[in-house]
């Protein structure tokens, strides 16, 4: 089994807009489990998202995944990246959005119905797309992601105006990969999600506050609610400054 982290960060910064938007971020993002990328609206988290899938330019620093550069040619198939908006065409179907996306990756069509069927949207799959909610959207995009059963699965925010009964199933479906040796990189700024990760990497501002696992950020702070821990490294970060 390859012990190697997924992600490796090292020094990492980027600028957008004339401004600082990642300050110096270093981490390193183990395999086979879920990590949570968890932080207020605006602190970097798309920004890092996009420079791990290889979409962003940086300042300086690396950006290591799966044993190559971030955006390598070796990674096209090995990668799957949701973003916030939904990136599936609104005039096709759901079906026939699958249909595109498999040629893409090279896929056999009968991908579809598994992926469908894990998010939950078999149903849907002769409905236009531009008809759905935007959960629905936001789901489609996941199931095209899932056609390449990809080793690294990046999701940028994929919970966000779903029922909390679809967020319990969605959170099932990535233990189900990651319990089959995808790592996932799940982005959100609700603090609930955070007890269900195996480790969290929370930000504030462009750095990281804490990388460590729930249970431990508890004993860290002394806090047992993960947003009061939050919240507590936070104010201690302010009177080390």
Same mark, same amino acid.
């Given at each position: 089994m390859n012990?190697? $982290?997924?992600?490796?960060?090292?020094?990492?910064?980027?600028?957008?807009?004339?401004?600082?938007?990642? !300050?110096g971020l270093d981490?390193?993002?183990p395999?086979?489990?879920?990590?949570?990328?968890?932080? $207020?609206?605006?602190?970097?988290?798309?920004?890092?998202m996009r420079a791990i899938v290889g979409a962003q330019?940086? &300042?300086?620093?690396?950006?290591?995944?799966?044993?190559?550069?971030?955006?390598?040619?070796?990674?096209r198939s090995r990668v799957g990246y949701v973003t916030q908006a939904p990136s599936v065409y609104a005039d096709l179907t759901v079906a026939a959005n699958l249909r595109y996306f498999a040629s893409v990756l090279g896929v056999r069509y009968e991908r579809a119905d598994a992926a469908l069927e894990a998010v939950a949207l078999a149903d849907r799959r002769g409905d236009v797309v531009a008809?759905?909610?935007?959960?629905?959207?936001? &789901?489609?995009?996941l199931a095209c992601?899932?056609?390449?059963?990809?080793?690294?699965?990046?999701? !940028?925010?994929?919970?966000?105006?779903? !029922? $909390?009964?679809? /967020?319990? !199933?969605?959170?099932?479906?990535? /233990?189900?990969?990651t319990a089959g040796g995808t790592t996932l990189l799940v982005s959100s700024h609700v603090m609930d999600e955070a007890d269900r990760c195996d480790r969290l990497l929370l930000?504030?501002?462009?750095?990281?506050?804490a990388d460590d696992t729930p249970r431990a950020l508890r004993e860290q702070t002394g806090?047992?609610?993960l947003e009061s821990a939050f919240v507590r490294l936070v104010e201690r970060e302010a009177v080390a400054a």
């Open positions: 012990s190697s $982290p997924a992600i490796l960060i090292s020094s990492l910064r980027v600028h957008r807009g004339g401004r600082m938007v990642l !300050d981490c390193a993002i395999r086979g489990a879920v990590t949570g990328l968890l932080g $207020p609206s605006g602190c970097g988290k798309t920004t890092l330019r940086v &300042r300086s620093g690396t950006v290591e995944v799966l044993g190559h550069p971030a955006g390598a040619a070796a990674l008809r759905l909610s935007g959960g629905q959207r936001a &789901r489609v995009s992601a899932l056609l390449g059963e990809p080793e690294l699965l990046v999701l !940028d925010e994929p919970t966000v105006g779903l !029922d $909390p009964l679809l /967020r319990r !199933d969605l959170w099932r479906l990535f /233990r189900e990969l930000m504030r501002d462009g750095a990281f506050v806090e047992q609610n």
